[in-house]
T-cell receptor
Framework: QQQVKQSPQSLIVQKGGISIINCAYENTAFDYFPWYQQFPGKGPALLIAIRPDVSEKKEGRFTISFNKSAKQFSLHIMDSQPGDSATYFCAGRGEYSGGGADGLTFGKGTHLIIQP | NAGVTQTPKFQVLKTGQSMTLQCAQDMNHNSMYWYRQDPGMGLRLIYYSASEGTTDKGEVPNGYNVSRLNKREFSLRLESAAPSQTSVYFC?????????????FGSGTQLSVL
């Protein structure tokens, strides 16, 4: 059972445009929703995150929009730059599906290319 | 300033060979994780250790074993490697403040099983 569904799988955006990546989750007990950014040959790194009691969070050109009733959240990258080209993962934090400790469940990732 | 250190960075194995991937963190984190990353599959959790002395299975544990040697070190062992284990492996440690969770990832191990 995939608890976090991410789309699109890949995305090409022109420089200066807006990149939008969407995620939907199933587990209403998730209490934290981060986005991770991964450059080729590197491990993922936390980019921005939101708690479910907030509808929007903005850090520079990166914004998370959160819709609790629809169980959806999205990442918007304004004025997209070639340096934003990377793979982006959304995640939800909650109890692992097999029980036990809490942790992050990741979406399958979006490969973003910003064309100059 | 090291963060999470993984070794080796690259490894080629023949089917049936065994190997251990090493991971160490210097941030005094309690929880550590092993993920594998495959094209189109995202990050899948293999095993995790919520604290020193404990380990638990994640989403894809078959064919792997782990050891939480101490608070710093968390190793992943492939006893009899199979081509299906060809992947990029990431170790991570966790900083947790309330519900705000931040994972710190190593730079990965690219493993090929022939």
């Amino acid at each position: 059972q995939q608890q976090v569904k991410q789309s699109p799988q890949s995305l090409i955006v022109q420089k200066g445009g807006i990149s939008i990546i969407n995620c939907a989750y199933e587990n209403t007990a998730f209490d934290y929703f981060p986005w991770y950014q991964q450059f080729p040959g590197k491990g993922p790194a936390l980019l921005i995150a939101i708690r479910p009691d907030v509808s929007e969070k903005k850090e520079g050109r990166f914004t998370i929009s959160f819709n609790k009733s629809a169980k959806q959240f999205s990442l918007h990258i304004m004025d997209s730059q070639p340096g934003d080209s990377a793979t982006y993962f959304c995640a939800g934090r909650g109890e692992y599906s097999g029980g036990g400790a809490d942790g992050l469940t990741f979406g399958k990732g979006t490969h973003l290319i910003i064309q100059p | 300033n090291a963060g999470v250190t993984q070794t080796p960075k690259f490894q080629v194995l023949k089917t049936g060979q065994s190997m251990t991937l090493q991971c160490a963190q210097d941030m005094n984190h309690n929880s550590m994780y092993w993920y594998r990353q495959d094209p189109g599959m995202g990050l899948r959790l293999i095993y995790y250790s919520a604290s020193e002395g404990t380990t638990d299975k994640g989403e894809v544990p078959n064919g792997y074993n782990v050891s939480r040697l101490n608070k710093r070190e968390f190793s992943l062992r492939l006893e009899s490697a199979a081509p299906s284990q060809t992947s990029v492996y990431f170790c991570a440690s966790r900083n947790l403040r309330g519900v705000e969770e931040k994972l710190f990832f190593g730079s990965g191990t690219q493993l090929s099983v022939l």
